[in-house]
């Protein structure tokens, strides 16, 4: 799935110029993707974009409530479900806040990139794909992250060298 939204991300540099999903799909089919993760890529852009759209995001109160829009205070504090702890891992939430405190993560986005983090199939998500993850939600907002977070999330750290 992730080589896919990578895929997209390169050849599509803003979330609008994305075509529709159905001819999106036609054309990563013609890339030489397998079915299964064009599938799996579409129902996760798809549901990218639905939360997105969504301002603010919906918040389940108790596991058997219904959703309900609560807007995240701009300095609240996250406190993460054992799921999403279990999910995510250590480096992932880190990575998370790392950019929170970097101020390029507001709380809106926060939740809408662990959304998307929590419907990710890994378990525990690799660092990887969390970086993928915010990315697509930059890019499906529209919005460019500044320069030093690029860099960030497009950096792998294994390749580095000491200087």
């Not at 996760?44 to 108790?62: F, I, Y």
């Amino acid at each position: 799935m992730f080589e896919v939204l990578v895929f997209v991300y390169e050849n599509y540099w803003r979330g609008e110029a994305c075509p529709e999903l159905a001819h999106l799909e036609v054309k990563l089919n013609a890339a030489g993707f397998e079915a299964d993760e064009i599938e799996e890529a579409l129902n996760w852009l798809d549901e990218l974009h639905l939360a997105a759209a969504r301002s603010p995001p919906l918040v389940a109160l108790t596991p058997t409530s219904q959703t309900l829009p609560v807007a995240p205070k701009p300095r609240s504090m996250r406190i993460y479900t054992l799921d999403e702890q279990d999910h995510l891992g250590v480096q992932c939430l880190g990575f998370i806040t790392f950019l929170e405190a970097l101020g390029a993560l507001s709380a809106d986005t926060r939740e809408i990139v662990i959304d998307r983090a929590m419907a990710a199939p890994a378990d525990p998500l690799p660092l990887e794909d969390l970086k993928i993850i915010v990315l697509m939600v930059f890019w499906s907002l529209g919005q460019e992250p500044d320069a030093l977070v690029l860099d960030e999330l497009c950096d792998n750290a294994f390749c580095r060298v000491a200087h």
